[in-house]
């Protein structure tokens, strides 16, 4: 029998278009789409035609969260049993969020209607956030009795400070595209019927820059959230010289100086 495809995956040119493919549960976070977004990401991890991944809903949601009809059909478990399934399913989602960290080029999330529970979370681990001003948002984990997965309490409070973390993390209210924007959560939120568009024409001009030295960057202010300020600078002095050796380091300081405007081939 054929895999079910939950990822749908596009390139055009330099930019991976990775869609979530359940439209018929909002999208809702399971399994098989966990372990295809992960292998999407990996397999592009070393890929130097790819310089840009966008991420994107299919059926007019990004993620509502978790699968609570696959949920409840594990209720039947008894409580010890049931603690030992759902943290073995918590786990599985770790290595992605790693893999959108740690991928050495800009990750986009692209959002439309609802980012709720791990949808939220995914979106909190991406580097740049666009969204449809229509698009709404709730951490939605207590409303069903549990705590928050997904990194989303790393990247919560560090976006938007510890006492509105609480209160968005504790009360579960949902709240519009312009209140993501205001508290950090979002960086752009555009008209819906343009999202497309201007998520396209901000993929194209991430994968025209100097992918290593977006790479790099990411890493420095990914590292910045934990290291000491000795180490941070060690680590600035590294990856200045690592780009320092790259192609398009020539090409920027040399299109600096002939008053140009640089054409980096991410090299």
């Not at 079910?4 to 979530?20: D, F, G, H, Q, Y």
């Amino acid at each position: 029998m054929a895999k079910t495809k939950e990822i749908l995956a596009e390139r055009s040119k330099s930019v991976l278009t990775l869609t979530l493919n359940r439209p018929q549960v909002l999208n809702a976070v399971n399994g098989p789409l966990t372990e295809q977004l992960f292998d999407e990401l990996a397999a592009v991890e070393n890929d130097a035609r790819i310089r840009c991944v966008v991420i994107r809903g299919g059926g007019g949601h990004f993620m509502a969260g978790g699968d609570l009809k696959l949920f409840h059909g594990e209720l039947d478990r008894d409580a010890d049993e049931r603690r030992r399934f759902f943290e073995k399913f918590v786990y599985q989602v770790h290595p992605l969020i790693q893999a959108i960290t740690r991928l050495p080029k800009p990750v986009i999330a692209s959002v439309e209607g609802a980012a709720g529970g791990f949808g939220l979370s995914l979106m909190l681990a991406c580097d740049l956030v666009i969204a449809a001003d229509t698009s709404f948002y709730t951490m939605a984990y207590c409303a069903v009795g549990t705590s928050p997965d997904g990194s989303s309490t790393y990247f919560l409070p560090r976006t938007v400070g510890l006492k509105k973390a609480m209160q968005l993390a504790l009360l579960c209210e949902r709240f519009d595209a312009q209140t993501a924007k205001d508290l950090g959560m979002v960086n752009w939120v555009v008209p819906e019927n343009a999202l497309a568009s201007e998520t396209a024409k901000l993929a194209r001009r991430l994968a025209s820059g100097p992918t290593r030295a977006y790479g790099n960057t990411k890493k420095l202010l990914n590292a910045s959230l934990h290291s000491t300020f000795d180490d941070q600078l060690q680590a600035e002095a590294e990856n200045f010289a690592n780009c320092a050796g790259s192609s398009d380091f020539v090409e920027g300081i040399t299109a600096f100086v002939e008053k140009r405007k640089a054409k980096f081939k991410g090299k």
